[in-house]
């Protein structure tokens, strides 16, 4: 008997749960790293691609969009299966998903496999964001809950550009298949697989379906401050509903994060197409140096919201860079003989700032959503978001043609603004709040 108990007590010390949680941050982590590898490795390879199965404009037009429309279906799906049939199992499903569909990239032989397999895995991506986050939310410390949410999306940005590290290397030193640099995304998919078996079910989920045996241990289990503990008892037994995100006590919270985050990559897709022929001349967009270093500078920008969102709080990070954001683009549209280095300085600033709130982006949802819709609110504002860069990705073209350079960036500008007032009325302060607190209102 007493080694039992000895065996238990020592299972809940302090340094057991530092533990779980590395391990927790770690995959989820791993997860974000793997989604920006995935969207980026085929920026690399698409040309050799559109060569040897010769795309007709078509099918190139819907191979650059099906991860975007795999995204677009799969977060809201996944978010809904989520809080239904809990995190943990979704949270297996989704790198599930991706160990098969990275396989099969070895393998394809023609344009619509190559679209099938990329739509796959763009679902799978879209479930890990409305998943992974509202996972981390429940059970992150309450003290440094933004800090660990935002680390993963350090990881998207790293990923993204360890991608082209990786596809450029290959590519312009090796005459290695394109299908072994797409599916070199496979063993870590494989690892994150096995890194997850084993993960507990989050408490929170447990409580709000009346399984308040099950959450009660795992709280005390895995959470790490007595406040945290505390908290999952507050939790209601409610089942949510797809319709709740649009009711009276959540349409802010629905409305917020969705055009946030909208508002948010929309313009960055605008202004990183129009910053192309500028950085030509700066010799940035040229082969390692500009692909690295403008993920690079993104990086550092999500990076630095990392280090001060428990610290100087969410709305502080939020409010005040999508003005300055706002004035950049301005600059640029209003002043049309502006030197080239100002536009460069602009578009510089801009994608650090723009990158630094767009931490927010993933942080929010999961906290001003309560746990029965946590999943399906982050999934619905994943799929708004993801309107918003394919038209920043699809119409800037149109638009640079036809309305030209300066309109289009006083369009870029204007949607900007949309998101900075918005954010002033809406954006709460949810820092050191407990989830009960931030779901249950809005208080700046």
Not at 106 to 112: A, S, T, V
Not at 175 to 187: A, E, F, V
Not at 342 to 366: E, H, K, M, Q, R
Request: glycine share 10%.
């Amino acid at each position: 008997m007493k080694n039992t108990s000895t065996a238990a007590d020592d299972a809940t010390t302090t340094t057991y749960k530092r533990r779980f949680l590395i391990r927790l941050t770690a995959v989820l982590i791993g997860g974000m790293f793997l989604d920006g590898y995935i969207l980026g490795i085929i920026g690399t390879v698409i040309s050799t691609i559109s060569t040897e199965l010769s795309f007709t404009p078509l099918w190139e037009g819907l191979i650059v969009a099906s991860t975007l429309i795999g995204i677009l279906v799969g977060s809201p799906i996944g978010g809904w299966l989520g809080d239904k049939y809990g995190r943990k199992p979704l949270f297996m499903i989704d790198m599930g998903i991706f160990v098969v569909g990275s396989a099969l990239q070895f393998f394809i032989q023609e344009p619509w496999q190559l679209f099938a397999v990329r739509l796959l895995m763009g679902i799978a991506i879209g479930v890990e964001y409305s998943v992974g986050w509202p996972m981390m939310s429940e059970f992150a410390p309450a003290r440094m809950r933004g800090r660990l949410m935002g680390l993963t999306l350090v990881a998207f940005y790293a990923g993204f550009m360890t991608a082209f590290i990786v596809g450029y290397a290959l590519t312009t030193t090796t005459t290695i298949d394109w299908r072994i640099i797409l599916g070199s995304s496979t063993l870590l998919a494989v690892v994150l697989f096995i890194a997850r078996i084993g993960l507990p079910e989050s408490p929170r989920w447990l409580w709000n379906k009346g399984r308040h045996e099950e959450a009660h241990r795992l709280a005390h289990r895995y959470l790490l401050d007595f406040a945290d503990m505390n908290d999952v008892e507050h939790e209601h037994e409610r089942k949510g509903k797809f319709s709740d995100l649009f009711s009276r006590q959540y349409w802010r919270a629905t409305l917020f994060t969705s055009m946030f985050w909208l508002c948010a990559v929309t313009p960055y897709f605008a202004i990183a197409t129009f910053a192309e022929s500028v950085l030509e001349s700066y010799g940035l967009n040229q082969g390692l140096a500009g692909g690295v270093g403008l993920s690079a500078l993104a990086t550092a920008g999500v990076i630095l919201t990392v280090i001060l969102v428990d610290r100087v709080g969410r709305r502080a990070l939020t409010v005040p860079p999508q003005y300055l954001c706002f004035v950049l683009l301005a600059i640029i549209g209003l002043w049309a003989g502006a030197p080239a280095w100002v536009v460069l300085v602009c578009f510089l600033a801009f994608s650090f700032f723009n990158a630094g709130y767009n931490t927010l982006t993933g942080i929010y949802p999961a906290e001003v959503f309560p746990t029965e819709i946590r999943g399906v609110g982050t999934g619905f504002a994943t799929a708004v978001s993801r309107i918003g860069a394919g038209a920043g990705t699809f119409l800037l073209p149109y638009s640079m043609v036809n309305y030209g350079p300066q309109t289009t960036m006083l369009m870029a500008a204007g949607l900007t603004l949309l998101g900075a007032v918005l954010s002033h009325w809406l954006a709460p302060e949810t820092k050191g709040k407990s989830l009960t607190e931030t779901a249950a209102s809005f208080s700046h």
